[in-house]
């Protein structure tokens, strides 16, 4: 861990959980240096988590309040604490099958709202606490634990969909990508409306030993290989159907 | 002290109204500055009346894409510092129940009125029922307590929301207030008051907010942004909140705390009436509205020469046996009226001391007239 940022850390936490190759600990400093870049108090900030690995992001790591909820419902937890307290900052970190699966509803219906909250998706495209099982954001045809001759079914393009309910700002970013991640959860966290980040973070231990990805710098160059920042795209600003693009998800 | 004496901010004196009107200005008048609710017969009323009167009263109220989000956005609110309720029936109850566990474990105060219709499934939606005493206190997964309050009146819709949040406030757990459609639809004159008597959450700094050194105790209640940086999980934890999974200790002590401090507190919880009992060789057991039939039919019954008794149970959870035993401990028998198959007669008739207990269960959508109850009455006797 970057030590200038120790003062955002709990004393008693010596380590992060996650595995090796992981990028949520990648996720988790990002996170913490855009705060400290902002000169926010994250001792006024209030992050909410679901269930997963990436729900293991803010809590217990953050020196803040944090709210370690149920599975999926982060984001209507977030939805009552900052309307009981218009005050709070309030930042939604957790993973993709947790917002998206067994969540989606909530957060569809808090991008419609437009409630002040920023939801941070760590997309690592598989269930990885569980042991690998297939996510709604897993690429079509990939091997998982529950699908062993290849997702038959595409994942959700996460961004339009988030948009499409009504998101003031949505942006995708990944991990392999640090200074762009960083202006996108800062522009998110100065958004006074819902806003919503995705960042792609590989998962070499479940996603990447079952589709030939298993080292670290494997599963990185994965994600590298198939995301696009919209400059690369062309000028149709469109990508592959196996590519990700990368950047802000404005209106049309 | 948390307990203080406040206006109730609501119009007071004669009134004519709902259960469900009754039930929304108490919770304005306990102090209630949140709900989040999902539309559901018959207990829509509630919400209602809520979403007005909240923001008249510097509350936020949101109506919610589904009960799950609805109770989540109480737990999360309640954490923020608001007392904070929702109401419901059968169906969006079970919907809550994972998060209802969850507010037991993180030690959450919030309020749910239940009004019952008839189940399961969906059943008959705009119909009476009873069938969820067992679905508040077991609905969701592991051991726990909560605190349970059946009104039998529009004045009790009104009194026991308040004494629900004051039981949630004081604490920390869900309570619920578990009417039936009857009651909350029932339309009678209340005499409400102008000023009640509320308990407000105990903050006291420096104090970890998950244990307590009794391993009965209530521990303290901060809220977010106050500078705590919180650490709030469903996972099992330690007294400030890490997450002690692989601890058989951590877990032991943790599930036993919250269940004995709801029942080292059961005197005070315990509510209950009794009518006619010391001659009684017959006591009608009952409770929520089915408790207005038997009254009438136990009144009924006497002027007939018949000695019966009832007792009335205000609090259901948790479960006064002990004045059960109480009348047992005489030579008596048990009716017990209710609109469900049994649920209250089972716990009846565990603490019965083998005295004879007789089940009248009715479950067709119908409230128990006072005829049916004192043709079983009279079938004993």
Known sequence: MVRALDHHLRPEVKATP?????????????????????????????????????????????LADTLHTLHGRAVAFATGAKLANPALKVMVISGDGDLASIGGNHLIHAARRGIDLTVVCANNQIYGMTGGQVAPTTPKGSRTATTAD??????????????????????????????????????????????????????????????????????????????????????????????????????? | MPYSTIPTGVPAGQRYMSGNEAAAEAAIAAGCRFYAGYPITPSSEIMDNLSRLLPAHDGAFIQMEDEIGSISAVAGASWSGAKAMTATSGPGLSLMQECLGYAVFTETPLVVIDVQRAGPSTGQATKVGGGDVMTVKYGSHGD?????????????????????????????????????????????????????????????????????????????????????????????????????????????????????????????????????????????????????????????????????GMLRFVTLWPFCREIVEEIAARDV????????????????????????????????GKTIAPASILQAIEGIL
């Open chain 2, 144 to 308: 726990y307590q909560v605190v349970a309050f059946a009104p039998w009146s529009v004045a009790e819709m009104f009194s026991l929301t308040v004494e629900a949040f004051n039981a949630a406030e004081k604490l920390r757990v869900p309570a619920f207030v578990l009417a039936e459609e009857a009651t909350g639809h029932l339309f009678e004159r209340v005499d409400t008051p102008s000023e009640v008597r509320v308990y407000d959450r105990d903050y006291r700094p420096g104090e970890p907010p998950f244990d307590t050194p009794e391993l009965d105790g209530v521990p303290s209640m901060p809220r977010f942004g106050q500078g705590e940086n919180l650490l709030v999980t469903g996972s099992t934890h330690n007294g400030l909140g890490f997450r002690k999974v692989e601890d058989p200790e951590v877990h032991d002590r943790l599930v036993r705390r919250l269940n004995r401090k709801v029942l080292a507190r059961k005197d005070e919880l315990c509510r209950y009436e009794t009518h006619f009992v010391d001659d009684a060789k017959l006591v009608v057991v009952a409770y929520g509205f089915t408790a207005r039939s038997a009254l009438r039919a136990v009144k009924l019954a006497r002027a007939a020469g018949s000695p019966v």
């Open chain 2, 333 to 364: 028998q048990f009716l017990v009226p209710e609109m469900n198959l049994g649920q209250v007669a089972d716990l009846v008739q565990a603490a019965s001391l083998g005295r004879r207990v007789e089940a009248l269960g009715q479950v067709n």
């Open chain 1, 18 to 62: 996650f595995c090796p190759g992981c990028g949520h600990g990648i996720l988790l400093g990002l996170i913490l240096r855009k705060i400290d870049a902002l000169e926010w108090d994250i001792g006024e900030m209030l992050f909410v988590s679901g269930i997963g690995c990436a729900a293991w992001i803010p809590s217990p790591n953050y």
């Open chain 1, 150 to 252: 290849g997702n038959p079914y595409p994942p959700f393009d996460l961004c339009k969909l988030v948009k499409a309910a009504g998101a003031t700002y949505v942006a995708r970013g990944s991990v392999l990508r640090p200074r762009q991640l960083m202006d996108e959860i800062g522009k998110a966290l100065t958004t006074p409306s819902f806003s919503f980040v995705e960042v792609l973070s590989p998962c070499p231990t479940q996603y990447g030993r079952r589709n030939r990805l298993d080292t670290p710098a494997a599963a990185m160059d994965e994600i590298r290989d198939h995301c696009r920042v919209r400059v690369e795209a062309g000028e149709a600003g469109s990508c592959a159907a196996d590519m990700l693009l990368l950047g802000e998800y404005g209106d049309g």
